[in-house]
C-alpha cells in the first residue's frame, strides 16, 4: 500500500501504491505511518519525498471502504507526524491531488507539482468540508480571500495556479518525483519551523468581516438553503480568528453537523447516482459492459434551429466533423453564422482555437452518404421526420447509425420508415444544447445494444451526462413534467398566484420556480404541442367541458395567456411582465391576477388559501409519483436514473438529490398517504393516484447500500474513520 526505498542514499522514499488513485484507505494510512517512522529513526535517512505510484500523486478517500465501518488509524494523526518530523518532507504531486490527497500535501514542508497535475478539495460538492485540516491550512498558505473560493466551490485548479497561489513550490514540465529528490536533498539542514503550515499565522485582511459577509452573501444566492458552503465559510473564519488547535476543533465540530445531515446524504448519493447512470442495461440483457460501441468520427445534423445549432458545436468541439443541413439557403447561412460564432466564443473561453475546419454546410442530404452517424433536429412534426428518416435510409451507407433529437415522439416509428431499425434511437439533447449536461439515449425497441453503446458512448465524448431510457410519450424527462406543470396550474385555478407557486419551490432549493422557468422557456412551444395534440384550439369538441379533456381535470389557463400573446420573457409578458422584451426581472402583473380572478368566477371557483406545504407536496410528489410509474413500465433502469435526468435537465435542487430521493427521504409511506389524500380531494387527476405496489419496489431499490457507501464516502472524506 505504500513502497519505502531509501534513494540518493539519504532520501526516503515513499510510493503510494492503491490504485488506481492511490485512495488513503486504511492500509495506506498504515503503511505512510510506519513508513515515516522508519524515516524518522533511519540516521541515514535526511530527508524524504511521498509520491503515488502510476503518475498520480493521490484522489483522497478509497471508495472501496465506504460500505463497512472504517478501520485503521485516524487520518489526521498520521499526517500530524509527517508535518512534526525533524527532517524535511516534500509531497511529489503527479496526476492529481485531490480532498484527503490535497490535505497530505499541506502536511508536507515543500510541494512540487508536475505541470498537468490538478489539485483541489472537492469535499464540499458532497455537503461536506475538508476535515484533514484543509479549512485551516489553506488559508494560513494562501490567505482567505483565495482559500474561501477554493474551499467554498470544490473548484479543482492547475499546477500553474497552485504556484501562483503559494500552494506548491515548484511546477515541474519533468518527472515530479525526480524533481522533487533533487528538491529535498537542497533542503536538507533548512529550518523547518516556517515551513510547517499549523505555526503560520493566517494573513488577516484589515475587511475579514465584510470579506466573510460577502463570501456568504453569494453562496446563499448561488446556492440557496445549501448549508456546506456556510459551514465551510464558518471554518475559514476560524483559520483567521482562532488558534490552529482551536480551528481544527471548530472544523471537526462543523463536519459533524454536516456529517450527519440529510444534504450531505442527497450530495453523496448525487455523486454515486451520476456514475451509476453510465451503467446502463436494456431488457434484453444487453448492458454497458458487453456491449462495444463505434468509434464516431463524422456526424451530420439536420436543422440548424435551436437545438441543432448547438449539437453541431457539441460534436465538433470534440474532434468530430460535422456536416450541417438546412432546408434553405437563407436559413443555413444564418445557421452558419450562427455555429460560427457560438464555436468561436466557446474557443476563446477555453483558450483554444476554434475547431472550423471540422464544419460543412450543407442544403443536400445527398451530402450524408459517408457519415458515421446522423443526429436529426427539424420540426417536433412526425410526418416531417418520417420523411427525413425515408430518405437518410436510402441516402447514407448502410452502417450509418440515424439518431432523432425529438423531445417526446416514437423513435420506434421512425426506426421503422428507415431500412435500418436496429441503427435507429434517440438522442435526446436539453436546450441550449452546447450548455446542458444532459442527454437521454431512447432506445427503441428495436434498437441494437451496439447503437445504445455508441449513443452513449458519444454523449460521454462530447461532456454529456448520458442516460438510457425506454421509448414512451416523452421519454423520462420530458413525461414526467407534465404532471407537474399541471399541478401548478391546477394550484392557480385553485386560488395560489404564480409567484407564491414559484416562491414555494424556490424556497425548495429550485433557481427558479415552474412560472419563472416557463416564461423563460416560452410559453407558445407547450401551446403549439397542446394544439397539434387537440387539447386546445379549434379541433376542440364545443361540447366539451372547458376544464376537461378525456374526462381528466384540464386546465386552459395557460392556453388563455397564450392567446393573449404572452409568450413569456422574449415577448416581455407572461405569468409575470417585464419592462421590455427579452428582460429576465420578473414582476408580478395585476393583469394575471384579474385573469384568474375573473376565471374563477366564471367557473364557480372559490379561491382557498394554500400554503407553501401543499405546494411543494403536489408538485413534486407527483413528479416522482411518475417517476414510480416510469420504473414499472420499465422506461428507466433505476430510480437513480430518474434523479440524473431531474438532475442535469431541469435544475432540480442538488442538494435534494432528485425527485425520487427526495421522495425517499420524506418517507415513502409518507408520500403515498399525502398522494392518497390529493387524489381523493381529486379524483379527475390520474397522476395523483398513486401505484401502492410500485412504491414497494421502489422503496427497495432506494434502500440500496449506496447510501450506506455515501455516509461512509462523507466519513472517509473527513478524515475521520
Ligand atoms: P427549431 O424550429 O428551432 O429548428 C428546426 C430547424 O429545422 C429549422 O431551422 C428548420 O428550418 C429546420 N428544418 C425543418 N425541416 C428541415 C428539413 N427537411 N431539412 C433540414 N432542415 C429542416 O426547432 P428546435 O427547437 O431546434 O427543435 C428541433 C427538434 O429538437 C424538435 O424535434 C424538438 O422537439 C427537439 N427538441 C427541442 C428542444 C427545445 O428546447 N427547443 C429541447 C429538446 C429537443
Given amino acids: 500500500m505504500a513502497r519505502y526505498e531509501l534513494v540518493k542514499r539519504s532520501v526516503a522514499l515513499i510510493t503510494l501504491t492503491n490504485p488506481p488513485v492511490n485512495a488513503l484507505s486504511s492500509p495506506v494510512r498504515h503503511a505512510i505511518a510506519n513508513s515515516m517512522e522508519r524515516a524518522l529513526s533511519d540516521p541515514k535517512v535526511r530527508a524524504v519525498v511521498i509520491c503515488g505510484e502510476n503518475g498520480r500523486f493521490c484522489g483522497g478517500a478509497d471508495i472501496r471502504e465506504f460500505a ?15 508535518e512534526a518530523g525533524d527532517k524535511p518532507v516534500v509531497a511529489a504531486i503527479e496526476g492529481m491531488a485531490l480532498g484527503g490527497g490535497f490535505e497530505l500535501a499541506l502536511f508536507c514542508h515543500y510541494r512540487i507539482a508536475q505541470s498537468k497535475a490538478r489539485l483541489g478539495l472537492p469535499e464540499v460538492t458532497l455537503g461536506i468540508l475538508p476535515a484533514a485540516g484543509g479549512t485551516q491550512r489553506l488559508p494560513r498558505l494562501i490567505g482567505i480571500p483565495a482559500a474561501l473560493e477554493m474551499i467554498t466551490t470544490g473548484r479543482h485548479i492547475s499546477a500553474q495556479e497552485a504556484l501562483k497561489l503559494g500552494i506548491v513550490d515548484q511546477v515541474t514540465d519533468q518527472n515530479a518525483c525526480e524533481t522533487a529528490l533533487e528538491f529535498a536533498l537542497k533542503a536538507v539542514g533548512k529550518p523547518l519551523s516556517p515551513r510547517r503550515v499549523s505555526t503560520l499565522t493566517t494573513p488577516c485582511p484589515p475587511d475579514l468581516d465584510a470579506l466573510l459577509e460577502a463570501a456568504t452573501m453569494q453562496v446563499k444566492k448561488k446556492t440557496p438553503g445549501v448549508m456546506a458552503p456556510l459551514a465551510c465559510i464558518q471554518a475559514v473564519r476560524a483559520a483567521a480568528t482562532m488558534p490552529y488547535s482551536k480551528g481544527m476543533k471548530q472544523e471537526s465540530e462543523l463536519m459533524a453537523t454536516l456529517f450527519n445531515s440529510g444534504q450531505a446524504r442527497a450530495l453523496q448519493y448525487c455523486f454515486f447516482a451520476q456514475r451509476t447512470a453510465g451503467k446502463w442495461t436494456l431488457p434484453s440483457g444487453a448492458q454497458w459492459n458487453n456491449s462495444k460501441p463505434r468509434e464516431i468520427r463524422s456526424a451530420a445534423v439536420i436543422g440548424l434551429g435551436t437545438m441543432g445549432r448547438g449539437i453541431v458545436v457539441s460534436l465538433a468541439r470534440v474532434g468530430i466533423s460535422v456536416i ?59 410526418a416531417l421526420k418520417k420523411r427525413v428518416f425515408q430518405e437518410l435510409s436510402k441516402v447514407c451507407r448502410p452502417g ?48 441494437s445494444s451496439e447503437t445504445i453503446a455508441t449513443a452513449m458512448s458519444l454523449g460521454k465524448k462530447m461532456g454529456k451526462v448520458s442516460v438510457a431510457v425506454g421509448n414512451c410519450p416523452g421519454f423520462v424527462g420530458n413525461r414526467m413534467l407534465k404532471p407537474y406543470l399541471d399541478q401548478a396550474t391546477f394550484l392557480l385555478e385553485e386560488g395560489a398566484t404564480p409567484e407564491q407557486i414559484d416562491k414555494a419551490l424556490e424556497d425548495f432549493g429550485f433557481a427558479m420556480g415552474v412560472f419563472r422557468m416557463s416564461d423563460l422557456a416560452g410559453l407558445d412551444v407547450g401551446w403549439r404541442v397542446r394544439k397539434e395534440s387537440g387539447l386546445t384550439g379549434p379541433d376542440v369538441d364545443p361540447k366539451n367541458p372547458p376544464r376537461k379533456r378525456q374526462g381528466r381535470r384540464y386546465c386552459p389557463i395557460p392556453d388563455m395567456v397564450c392567446e393573449q400573446g404572452r409568450f413569456g420573457q422574449k415577448t416581455g409578458r407572461g405569468w409575470y411582465k417585464y419592462d421590455k422584451p427579452g428582460d429576465t426581472n420578473a414582476k408580478p402583473d395585476p393583469l394575471i391576477q384579474n385573469l384568474l380572478e375573473t376565471y374563477r368566477s366564471r367557473y364557480g371557483i372559490q379561491p382557498r388559501n394554500i400554503s407553501d406545504q401543499e405546494i411543494i407536496e403536489r ?55 399525502r398522494l392518497e389524500h390529493y387524489h381523493q380531494a381529486h379524483p379527475d387527476v390520474p397522476h395523483l393516484e398513486p401505484i401502492t405496489m410500485a412504491y414497494t419496489g421502489a422503496q427497495k431499490a432506494l434502500k440500496s447500500d449506496k447510501l450506506d457507501e455515501a455516509q461512509a464516502l462523507a466519513k472517509s472524506c473527513a478524515g475521520r474513520p
Avoid: W
Fill in 324 to 382: 450541417a443541413v438546412e432546408s434553405e439557403k437563407k436559413l443555413l447561412e444564418n445557421g452558419r453564422q450562427m455555429v460560427i460564432g457560438m464555436l468561436e466564443r466557446d474557443a476563446k473561453r477555453r483558450g483554444v482555437s476554434a475547431s472550423l475546419n471540422l464544419l460543412k454546410f450543407t442544403l443536400s442530404l445527398q451530402d450524408l452518404k459517408d457519415v458515421d452517424l446522423v443526429i436529426e433536429a427539424v420540426f417536433e412534426d412526425m
Fill in 68 to 82: 463497512g465501518p472504517l478501520r485503521g488509524p485516524p487520518l489526521i494523526p498520521v499526517l500530524e507526524a509527517i
Fill in 619 to 673: 408538485c413534486l410528489f407527483v413528479l416522482a409519483n411518475e417517476g414510480f410509474r416510469i420504473l414499472e413500465d420499465g422506461m428507466a433502469a433505476r430510480p437513480e436514473d430518474i434523479d440524473v435526468i431531474y438532475l442535469f435537465g431541469y435544475a432540480f435542487p442538488r442538494h435534494r438529490g432528485g425527485p425520487m430521493f427526495y421522495a425517499s427521504m420524506v418517507g415513502l409511506e409518507r408520500v403515498l398517504e
Fill in 400 to 447: 450509418t447509425l440515424l439518431c432523432t433529437n425529438t423531445s417526446g415522439l416514437d423513435v420506434d416509428a421512425l426506426a421503422g420508415v428507415t431500412d435500418r431499425p436496429h441503427l435507429v434511437a434517440g438522442m435526446h439533447f436539453f436546450s441550449p444544447a452546447h450548455v446542458m449536461k444532459l442527454l437521454e439515449v431512447v432506445c427503441g425497441p428495436r434498437s
